[in-house]
């Protein structure tokens, strides 16, 4: 009987955290790969185990992508919707361009547009690399417990579809 109380607590237990459970196909997000403060804007140097706990949403930009600047007040309005949450946006600017490797116009950039989050500088693409990225503006979304669950690959737009999705797949993450 007592196997049985533990057996039926153990499902319950399960069933109440299952959001918490990678899906079988998650698996664990690439460490930043940047750790000179110099490469960090608005943040000192971060890792994704000083993140466990949160959800994350990794953005991937370059400096001359309109596709990315466009996606900007969205993602400002994604830390505003978020405020208080156990949420946290990580821009990684990975330029494609040699002229976009300029420390001091992708910290411009952060200010025109209002990035407030954490900015690392990628101009070697390891983070990209790491992280298996190909595309600008995408956007990995990554679970409390440091797996990747999610993600989305485009210029997004507050109340766009991929917008909504994104933002159902970060709350179901809380």
């Known amino acids: 009987m007592v196997n049985l109380v533990k057996f039926i607590f153990a499902v319950i237990t399960l069933a109440a955290t299952s959001h918490c459970v990678p899906p ?3 698996k664990p997000a690439a460490e930043f790969t940047h750790t000179d403060p110099q490469t960090w804007i608005n943040s000192d140097p971060l890792t994704l185990e000083s993140l466990r706990g949160r959800v994350v949403l990794i953005d ?3 400096f001359e992508c309109w596709n990315c600047y466009r996606s900007f007040p969205w993602l400002n309005s994604l830390e505003e919707k978020f405020e208080g ?3 946290t946006i ?4 990975s330029p494609e361009f040699e002229r976009e490797k300029n420390i001091d116009s992708v910290r411009e950039k952060a200010r025109e547009f209002d990035l407030k989050h954490p900015i690392m500088i ?3 693409h390891s983070y ?3 992280i298996g990225n190909r595309f600008w503006p995408a956007y990995y979304l990554i679970d409390k417990q440091g797996q990747i669950r999610e993600v989305f690959i485009g ?4 109340g766009d579809k991929r917008a909504q999705q994104v933002e159902a797949a970060i709350e179901a993450l809380f």
């Open 60 to 62: 991937f930009w370059a």
């Open 155 to 158: 210029e997004t737009h507050a």
């Open 128 to 130: 990209w690399r790491a």
């Open 85 to 87: 949450e156990p949420f």
């Open 24 to 26: 079988a196909d998650a």
């Open 122 to 124: 990628d101009n070697d």
């Open 90 to 93: 990580v821009g990684v600017h």
